[in-house]
C-alpha cells in the first residue's frame, strides 16, 4: 500500500500561486494519484487526478516528474476559500484495492 | 442528486449501547468505505466493501462491523462503544474500478461516546 508523505502545513496569500508537493516513494505501477480537499466538518472532495505528466482542469494542476516518486498540487491565485485541508491519494485504479491511504494532509491557509 | 447520505449527522450515546451509522448511495456504486477523522490524524480508513457481501478490514477495524447485503447501504456497527471511539466519521462511495480514485463523501457522522 503506497503511503505519502506532505507538509504540515503552509500559509498564502491572497493572489498567489501555491504548490503542495506530495512524495510517495513507493508508487506502484497501476498507482493513480489524487489529490482531495476538504473544509472543516465536510467530506473531502475530488480535485484533480493524473498518472504521469501533467493534467490540469478548472481550478487546479498537476505536475508528476517521469519517476512519479512526488507529484505537486498547484493552485493559480489562491483566494480566502481555499483555505482547507489537501489530502494526496496514491491508489490502483479501483481494479483489486480497496484500501486507500489518505493520510494526515497539509493545512493550507490563505491570508488576505 | 447523486449523493452519499450519512444517518445519524449528530449522536451522543454511553458506552456499551448498540449503535448503527447507516450509510446509503443513489449512484450504485460498486465500492463503499468508512473512515473515522481524528484532530491531527487525518483520514483513517476502518472498513471497505468491493462489492454486495465482500468487504474488508482498513487500517483501524477494531471495535467495529459492517455488512452490505445491498449495493446500495453500508452501515457502520458499533457493538460495544467506547470513549475513543469518538469521532468524525466519513462514509464514501466510488464507481466500479475503472473510475480512479475519484471518490464521493457524506457529509459526517459526529459521535460521542460518553
Known amino acids: 500500500l503506497a503511503k505519502t508523505t506532505q507538509p504540515i502545513s503552509m500559509d498564502s496569500y491572497e493572489g498567489q500561486e501555491v504548490n503542495i508537493t506530495c512524495s510517495h516513494n513507493?508508487?506502484?505501477?497501476?498507482?493513480?494519484i489524487t489529490w482531495y480537499q476538504q473544509f472543516p466538518s465536510q467530506g473531502p472532495r475530488f480535485i484533480i487526478q493524473g498518472y504521469k505528466t501533467k493534467v490540469t482542469n478548472e481550478v487546479a494542476s498537476l505536475f508528476i516528474p517521469a519517476d512519479r516518486k512526488s507529484s505537486t498540487l498547484s493552485l493559480p491565485r489562491v483566494s480566502l476559500s481555499d483555505t482547507a485541508v489537501y489530502y494526496c491519494l496514491v491508489g490502483d485504479r479501483g481494479s483489486t484495492l480497496g484500501r486507500l491511504y489518505f493520510g494526515r494532509g497539509t493545512q493550507l491557509t490563505v491570508w488576505p | 442528486e447523486a449523493q452519499v447520505t450519512q444517518n445519524p449527522r449528530y449522536l451522543i450515546t454511553v458506552t456499551g449501547k448498540k449503535l448503527t451509522v447507516t450509510c446509503s448511495q443513489n449512484?450504485?456504486?460498486?465500492?463503499m468505505s468508512w473512515y473515522r477523522q481524528d484532530p491531527g490524524l487525518g483520514l483513517r480508513q476502518i472498513y471497505y466493501?468491493?462489492?454486495?457481501?465482500?468487504?474488508d478490514k482498513g487500517d483501524v477495524p477494531e471495535g467495529y462491523k459492517v455488512s452490505r447485503k445491498e449495493k446500495r447501504n453500508f452501515p457502520l456497527i458499533l457493538e460495544s462503544p467506547s470513549p475513543n471511539q469518538t469521532s468524525l466519521y466519513f462514509c464514501a462511495s466510488r464507481p466500479d474500478r475503472d473510475s480512479g480514485n475519484t471518490i464521493y463523501f457524506g457529509e459526517g457522522s459526529w459521535l460521542t461516546v460518553v
Open positions: 513507493n508508487i506502484a505501477t497501476n498507482d493513480y
Open positions: 466493501s468491493m462489492n454486495v457481501e465482500v468487504t
Open positions: 449512484m450504485n456504486h460498486e465500492y
